[in-house]
Nanobody, 118 residues
């Protein structure tokens, strides 16, 4: 069982920055691929970015060059640095931990709201 707790969301103006954090329980964090998903009102949840156990990163086209995912295995934490934020980035952001031994779909955090508005 892995428990995930996100933090760092909030209200930011267009062009601003935020950093989200996701802290994981347990001592097996390093064995999980970590991802950030988001869900805007009326839309399906979508993958924003992910980072594997070896550090390989994947980004959605809509955030390439603006968002950066990183992980600190010593702190059992994954981060999402979001720069040049746009109103269309407004969504609830969810942290996900997945591995071959995790339940289908992996483990999810409770989500944190990001609102980009002037």
């Amino acid at each position: 069982q892995v428990q995930l707790v996100e933090s760092g969301g909030g209200l930011v103006q267009p062009g601003g920055s935020l950093r989200l954090s996701c802290a994981a329980s347990g001592n097996i964090f390093k064995f999980y691929t970590m991802g950030w998903f988001r869900q805007a009102p009326g839309k399906q949840r979508e993958l924003v970015t992910s980072i594997t156990t070896s550090g390989s990163r994947n980004y959605a086209d809509s955030v390439k060059g603006r968002f950066t995912i990183s992980r600190d295995n010593a702190k059992n934490t994954v981060y999402l640095q979001m720069n040049s934020l746009k109103p269309e980035d407004t969504a609830v952001y969810y942290c996900n931990a997945d591995s071959p031994i995790a339940p289908m779909g992996g483990y999810w955090g409770q989500g944190t709201q990001v609102t980009v508005s002037s």
